[in-house]
């Protein structure tokens, strides 16, 4: 247990379907981040949260939307999605920013888009 | 553009030898991260460093800024220790390896 957890853990999704990711983190950490992981890829950061506001967008495509209503929530929006973008999703949380600050993963989402 | 190269992308050994994972960077860089992913995806993480040597149990990680290099080391290695090892190098960005796939044999 990290002390951040992920909802669902599995995921499978057909293209026109809405769904959402969800990631809690009980560990009063003000930084909060999704990546995802694709098979045989590096990890990619995908969006970056501090104190709530987004300082990090990796030129995700528009069907990923995140939300962050606090520093202990973190939402990704999926809509309208590929199948290439089946991957495991994973959520992590620092006290600071990652660039100086150990990180904290979630046990991650594995989503299969058919 | 940094990048950050692993080595080797997998490695076998026999239970309590002493394993070595290789990190190389080329930009300049304010920490390393060293993560652990087990088969279930879960993914911790191990060190942090921005110089020096640090050391957890039997797992020591070292970094050479001038020659922009890294090495994870397990001693008295064990089945439990096989997972995939990932580097990250930080500065403005997080830059990742591909990873280091490590499984030990009893």
């Known amino acids: 247990e990290t002390g951040v957890t992920q909802t669902p853990r599995h995921l499978v999704m057909g293209m026109t379907n809405k769904k959402s990711l969800k990631c809690e983190q009980h560990?009063?950490?003000?930084?909060m981040y999704w990546y995802k992981q694709s098979a045989k890829k590096p990890l990619e950061l995908m969006f970056v949260y501090n104190f709530k506001e987004q300082t990090e967008n990796n030129s995700v495509p528009s069907r990923f939307s995140p939300e962050c209503p606090n520093s202990s929530h973190l939402f990704l929006h999926l809509h309208t999605l590929q199948p290439e973008d089946s991957a495991l999703y994973l959520c992590?949380?620092?006290?600071?920013?990652?660039?100086?600050?150990?990180?904290?993963f979630g046990p991650g989402t594995r989503l299969l888009v058919l | 553009k940094n990048e950050v190269e692993q080595s080797p992308q997998n490695l076998t050994a026999q239970e309590g030898e002493f394993i070595t994972i290789n990190c190389s960077y080329s930009?300049?860089?304010?920490?390393l991260h060293w993560l652990q992913q087990h088969p279930g995806g879960g993914i911790v993480s191990l060190f942090m460093?921005?110089?020096g040597k640090k050391k957890h149990g039997r797992l020591i990680a070292t970094i050479n800024i001038q020659e922009k290099h890294s090495s994870l080391h397990i001693t008295a290695s064990h089945p439990r220790d096989s997972a995939v090892y990932i580097c990250a190098s930080s500065n403005e960005k997080l830059t990742f390896g591909t990873g280091t796939r490590l499984t030990i044999i009893p």
């Open positions: 560990l009063g950490h003000n930084a």
């Open positions: 930009v300049g860089i304010s920490a």
């Open positions: 992590a949380s620092s006290l600071g920013l990652v660039y100086q600050e150990t990180q904290y």
């Open positions: 460093l921005s110089s």
